[in-house]
């Protein structure tokens, strides 16, 4: 089709820019429209006041504190489950049935839509062990949907750790736990965080799994068995209620800048971690 | 103390189906540096590996026979592998560093075996330091990263680090397959003074560094031992005739 490569070199050298260029815009676009929508909105007034009148007025406070709750709560759950099974995985058995099929569950429980949790968690936490509309329910219920990609990253962290690191720490007489929990465990925490950042984004903006299973009060949690509503429900009621538009957007300009400063702590954090010792 | 610090009889390694070792016999002196030399496959390290039970973990590896050390079979049931190791600390082909910095890398063995005292751990590191001679390279970074040193001085480092364990037995696995003439020079050096107090094994595929630094030399081929003897009659007036054509480079 081409016959000067210098020519197809270009070509698609500008279909390549093109599509780069189209992935960056689409992101500056909705980071854009969401700040100019609701930047405006936000103030400390509307950050420290709990909502008015189901939302129409007032602030958000309540909803941040939902929203830290219930994520911190699911990371609490998930990440030693999720990091013992990685452990597990790679470090104390050999690839066999068994393991894959543990793995083949995981990855089936990471395709899995997340209204599906949340009707699962309704199910099992609220009715059926009775922990009703509940930080505890939806805490659970978020930890099992962010677990594979606890597994799975951890897993390719503690993989990526070279195995010549391991046979050096035996070959200085340490146990098996010893060596899992001082070289391979520190080499692989890079990689270990990144999973758990990804998962806080997620349970950040989940809304379907959480709506089912924490409900959506507007008071500030007191204990795990209170309901909550986190920023993602709050946005969602307010815009699909017609409650109030610029407060659904204050809201949701919160939640991308929540997002944007997990990330960009995470990487510093990281890179700090790196430099550190190479 | 006995002088016969190491003893292996009809000694077998396995693979799986394949027969890495076969019937050693072979015994190792207090305080003397015994070379191992071979063409790669021949079993050396194996052998070596065998000594810590490092081959341990590697999934479907087993033994026959018997290894003793100080008068106590090592496959024994019961014998404590940690101990086993810090009493025979190993060098690796290529330096591997942990990645941290090189007073934590020599304070990893004995902190892991239980020491916190500080005073205790600083002059380990000081003393194992000074040993391999490479104290007065690093004494003023002993707190950055090991990674940043150089090949030769990562890899005295490494001997360094299992000093900190106060071994018996140093093995060595082709400690100098990746280094510089004199980088290699200053490792020899330090295994001259070493053998003072310790009892080396050193793998070799160096023909030339086994005649430079071992006492005796013991020349693998295909997984058994063809030969063992003082270094200057191995490499003079070998028994055997295909220990003469490994030395003088007609094969391997």
């Known amino acids: 089709m081409f016959t000067n490569p210098r020519i197809e070199q270009k070509i698609i050298l500008g279909i390549l820019w093109t599509f780069t260029a189209i992935t960056v815009f689409i992101l500056l676009f909705i980071i854009f429209y969401i700040l100019q929508k609701g930047l405006p909105v936000i103030s400390y007034k509307f950050l420290l006041t709990n909502p008015i009148d189901m939302g129409k007025s007032g602030g958000i406070f309540s909803t941040i504190i939902g929203t830290i709750t219930l994520t911190f ?118 990689g270990i965080m990144t999973g758990i950042i990804l998962s806080i984004g997620r349970s950040v903006g989940e809304t379907a799994a959480v709506i089912f299973t924490a409900g959506s009060a507007l008071r500030i949690p007191t204990s795990l068995f209170s309901s909550s509503r986190t920023m993602a429900v709050h946005f969602y009621i307010l815009a699909r209620e017609g409650i109030s538009m610029p407060n659904a957007y204050g809201t949701a300009a919160v939640l991308v800048i929540t997002i944007l400063i997990i990330n960009i702590a995470a990487y510093l954090l990281m890179n700090r971690f790196i430099k550190k010792y190479s | ?179 510089d003439p004199i980088s290699t020079m200053k490792i020899e050096e330090s295994l001259r003074m070493l053998k003072k107090h310790y009892t080396i094994i050193i793998v070799t595929n160096n023909t030339k560094q086994a005649a430079r630094v071992a006492d005796r030399t013991a020349f693998f081929l295909n997984g058994e031992l063809i030969e063992i003897g003082l270094t200057e009659k191995i490499f003079t007036v070998p028994k055997e005739q295909r220990t003469n054509d490994y030395i003088s480079g007609r094969f391997g």
């Not at chain 1, 930080?135 to 930890?143: E, N």
């Open chain 1, 73 to 190: 709560g699911a990371l609490l759950i998930a990440t030693p489950l999720g990091v013992g099974t990685a452990i597990y995985l790679t470090e104390y058995t050999r690839e066999n049935k068994f393991t894959r099929i543990v793995k083949f569950g995981s990855e089936c429980l990471a395709g899995i839509p997340s209204i599906i949790f949340g009707l699962f968690g309704f199910i099992l936490f609220v009715i059926k062990l009775q922990f009703g509309w509940s930080i505890l329910s939806g805490s659970l219920t978020l930890s099992f949907m962010i677990l594979p990609t606890i597994i799975r990253t951890s897993e390719e962290a503690i993989k990526s750790v070279p195995y010549i690191h391991r046979e050096v720490s035996y070959s200085l007489g340490t146990t098996k736990w010893q060596t899992v929990t001082r070289v391979v465990l520190p080499s692989a925490l890079p």
């Open chain 2, 1 to 179: 103390m006995d002088t016969i610090a190491i003893k292996a009889e009809n000694f077998s390694h396995f693979f799986g189906q394949c027969q890495t070792l076969k019937n050693i016999n072979l015994e190792v002196q207090r305080n003397e540096i015994l070379g191992i030399i071979g063409p790669s496959g021949s079993g050396k390290s194996t052998f070596l590996r065998s000594l810590n039970r490092l081959n341990d973990l590697i999934p479907y590896s087993r033994v026959e026979g018997s290894l003793t050390i100080d008068d106590k079979n090592i496959y024994a049931a019961g014998t404590s592998i940690t101990e086993l190791r810090r009493k025979l600390g190993i060098v690796f082909a290529t330096p591997v560093p942990l990645p941290r910095s090189i007073y934590e890398n020599i304070i990893f063995g004995p902190k892991m075996a239980g020491v916190r005292d500080k005073k205790t751990l600083d002059k380990l590191v000081r003393q194992s330091l000074e040993d391999t001679a490479i104290w007065e390279e690093v004494k003023d970074r002993l707190h950055t990263s090991a990674l940043k040193l150089s090949g030769g001085q990562q890899q005295r480092l490494c001997i360094a680090r299992i000093l900190a364990l106060k071994p018996d037995f140093i093995l060595l696995d082709e400690p100098c397959s990746g280094l």
